[in-house]
């Protein structure tokens, strides 16, 4: 509702005139009904007036091709009404040096709620402080696209920028705003073959899983990266545990993305509605009814399928039919590596790539897999040989110490740039693996920490057929061994999260973890606040990818307590390096049996199921830990760690339910035999590389390796 004074009642009413909803207009004059059943014959009574009949559309309410021919975007910013009327702003940038007539031109599409529709140009507004100039963590569309001699359109999400409508995150008109921007582009007559592909990382990359999930008719192909699939498991709560640090930040920032222009917003919005700009002034008029997603997290500490699943990625995947190409880290500080969980999802697709690495957020883009998205692109959205451009060539050392501040790899011409057969390229492609693990990320000759793999492995399928579940058994003296312990024991710790920082680059700026060599602190464990269980020397390479589990048999003082396991590699030298954690909180240890397996236990995380751990006695819990791919080197030792949550990961915080005076006790060997279980390929060896250097590794602190009081 718009138009309405500040404070008035208003009521919706169905077709049989009866009140389904009430509501009170904001001082914008503006209200939103939520969760209204599709139909048609709606009105809004405000006083004694009455509006015109309307119709609730459901998800299967397309419009019709005419709805978007109709529609025509000129270079520079535009503004588009999707289905319901709201208006979203979109921005044309053309390949560079090039014009309209130019044209047709192959396109690409970044959809984001970040400054991604802002329409100055963003390579000529680096180092300057320009409102106007959309940001950095949409260079995709705004910088690279044009620069690889695509046509980019950039669209602005629902309630944020100049967009209209109200900021409601992953809800499904945004998602469906996806499929219409989708519709709209591919109806220009610049657009080469009416078809459209999708670029983008992070939250650009997260809004293509929606939106090939709604299936948009002229959608040619999709490229998300560094993505995450699960709004709660994934990202707010992993292990059941509230994530305070990033997750908890980035949604507030994009709260207050989402207040109304000039008084807040983003800077372009302020700064065109400061201008006089007719549309992004009526676009602020939704702004007062975003949906508070701070506290939708708190009121839902447990996962409540209404709020979590349908604004989940991972629930469009299996709808996704586009050639696909994905990348991500598996240590990744801000989206976290429970995305892989979500992969399975796309086995029905068979034109599917997936690049997966040890690494951070930006390492996506890294020269081990950009050339591979620009063939990706040349070969499903344009029709063309991949060529990349030499300016590309030229500038790729600068750009990626200007986004990342690393050095890197150099990025190299594309393997089919010679060829003039489309065809027959893209056959070729078609048949490079379904999935390239990129491995030791950061190891090679540029520096320590420069982006680029050193060596990769090639799977047919994720979750990798090869896999065998490998146990290692927690024994007494800290021992791990891959033989079940015939004699009983246990130890205990103190679950103490203040004993160690809560993160590992606490107190220091942010991008400073894309950093060749990041300022970690990664501190060991405080004695007797945590257990440690060590292998001996491997005598062989011990190559794991996937994800893995803790199986604790656990007694606690506490009725509840909250678990973290870490994994990590003891080298010959004394260094230990960070691989990976796993999270729970105990009472939420029950199990969907229909998708948990022994490498992957799947917590349900709903209320019904949560349950206090019993008064001296005990339980097993199945610790489900992110998945990884490392190789643990001949010479090194396994270890894994038991403590209370925190200190491990870069920018995630945990609101953790332990106080310091928690005393848990892990059982061992005989009926109680507590293990780690990991998801090996005992066919794979780390082909003969040496053994990185201990700061290398992108995403993997080190430290001096210190036993813990049990002796691991």
Same mark, same amino acid.
């Given at each position: 509702?718009?138009?309405? &004074? ?10 049989? =005139? ?15 009904? /939520?969760?209204?059943?599709? +139909? ?8 004694? @007036?009455? @509006? ?16 978007? &021919? ?41 959809? @984001? ?23 950095? /963590? ?53 657009? !080469? ?36 699939? %699960? ?13 305070? #640090? ?5 949604? &507030? ?44 997290? %708190? ?64 390492? @996506? ?17 344009? $029709? ?55 491995? %030791?990320? =950061? ?63 606490? #107190?220091?700026?942010? =991008? ?19 257990? #440690? ?9 011990? *190559?794991?990818?996937?994800? /893995? ?25 004394? !260094? ?15 199990? $969907? ?31 489900? *830990? ?23 990961? +870069? ?9 310091? !005076? ?36 992108? =995403? ?13």
């Amino acid at each position: 509702m718009l138009g309405a &004074k500040s404070g008035q009642a208003l009521l919706l009413a169905n077709s049989r =005139g009866i009140v389904v909803a009430r509501g009170k207009a904001d001082r914008l004059g503006s209200f939103i009904f /939520s969760e209204v059943t599709p +139909a048609s014959g709606y009105t809004v009574r405000a006083a004694t @007036s009455t @509006s015109r009949p309307f119709k609730v559309l459901g998800i299967n309410s397309n419009p019709p091709a005419t709805f978007f &021919k109709a529609k025509k975007l000129n270079v520079g910013l535009n503004y588009v009404a999707v289905r319901d009327g709201i208006e979203i702003a979109m921005t044309v940038r053309l390949p560079v040096g090039k014009k309209l007539s130019d044209g047709p031109f192959p396109t690409i599409v970044e959809y @984001s709620g970040y400054q991604v529709a802002a329409p100055h140009d963003l390579l000529s507004s680096l180092g300057k402080n320009d409102p106007l100039a959309p940001a950095g /963590s949409t260079s995709v569309g705004s910088l690279i696209a044009p620069l690889l001699d695509f046509a980019a359109v950039s669209v602005q999400m629902r309630g944020s920028g100049c967009s209209g409508g109200a900021f409601d995150l992953f809800g499904l008109p945004t998602t469906y705003d996806g499929y219409d921007a989708i519709e709209t582009v591919a109806a220009q007559a610049w657009v !080469k073959g009416h078809k459209v592909g999708m670029g983008g990382i992070s939250f650009s990359g997260i809004t293509q899983l929606f939106t090939a999930g709604t299936q948009p008719p002229h959608l040619a192909a999709i490229s998300p990266m560094s993505v995450t699939d %699960d709004l709660y498991a994934a990202t707010a709560f992993p292990g059941g545990i509230k994530n305070t #640090g990033f997750a908890l930040s980035w949604v &507030k920032e994009r709260m207050s993305d989402a207040a109304p222009a000039p008084e807040g917003g983003q800077p372009w919005a302020r700064a065109l509605v400061n201008a006089g700009d007719k549309n992004c002034i009526a676009n602020q008029k939704l702004r007062l009814q975003t949906r508070d997603v701070v506290k939708v997290f %708190d009121d839902n500490p447990f996962r409540t399928p209404s709020e979590f699943d349908q604004r989940s990625p991972g629930a469009w995947m299996s709808k996704i039919k586009v050639p696909t190409f994905l990348v991500g880290q598996f240590q990744d500080e801000q989206t976290g590596a429970h995305f892989v969980e979500s992969l399975n999802q796309l086995a029905g697709n068979p034109n599917v790539w997936i690049s997966l690495q040890n690494g951070v957020h930006v390492d @996506s883009l890294g020269p081990s897999t950009v050339v591979r998205w620009v063939e990706f692109l040349n070969l499903f959205v344009a $029709d063309r040989i991949p060529k990349v451009s030499p300016t590309v060539l030229a500038l790729s050392d600068q750009l990626y110490a200007l986004i990342a501040g690393a050095p890197a790899a150099p990025v190299l011409q594309s393997r089919f740039a010679a060829m003039t057969n489309v065809a027959a390229a893209k056959a070729i492609f078609k048949r490079d693996p379904r999935v390239r693990l990129l491995m %030791d990320n =950061g190891a090679g000759p540029q520096g320590l920490g420069s982006i680029g793999a050193t060596w990769e492995l090639a799977y047919g399928a994720w979750p990798i057929r090869e896999v065998k579940a490998k146990s290692y058994y927690l024994g007494a003296g800290g021992s791990l061994t891959s033989t079940r312990p015939v004699l009983s024991g246990s130890a205990s710790y103190i679950a103490d999260p203040g004993a160690r920082p809560q993160q590992t680059l606490h #107190g220091v700026g942010a =991008g400073d973890d894309w950093k060749a060599q990041p300022r970690y602190d990664w501190q060991p464990l405080a004695t007797g606040k945590g257990l #440690g269980f060590t292998t001996k020397a491997l005598v062989k390479d011990l *190559i794991v990818a996937g994800s /893995s589990a803790v199986e604790l048999y656990l007694k606690s003082s506490a009725k509840d307590t909250d678990l973290q396991v870490t994994i990590s590699e003891v080298r010959p030298d004394g !260094k230990e390096t960070y691989v990976q954690n796993g999270w729970l909180r105990a009472s939420h240890r029950k199990l $969907d049996l229909r998708r948990s397996t022994l490498l992957g236990p799947w917590p349900t995380n709903l209320k019904q199921d949560a349950a206090a751990l019993p008064t001296g006695a005990f339980t097993l819990v199945r610790i489900p *830990i992110f998945a990884f791919a490392h190789a643990f080197r001949a010479g090194s030792k396994l270890r894994v760690t038991v403590e209370a949550v925190g200190g491990d990961r +870069a920018i995630w915080k945990f609101n953790t339910i332990d106080s310091g !005076k928690t005393v848990n006790t892990v059982a061992f060997g005989g009926v109680r035999a507590s293990r780690l279980v990991l998801a090996a390929i005992p066919t794979a060896t780390a082909k003969g590389t040496p053994l990185p250097s201990a700061t290398a590794l992108r =995403g993997e602190p080190s430290r001096e390796y210190v036993t813990a009081k049990n002796g691991g």
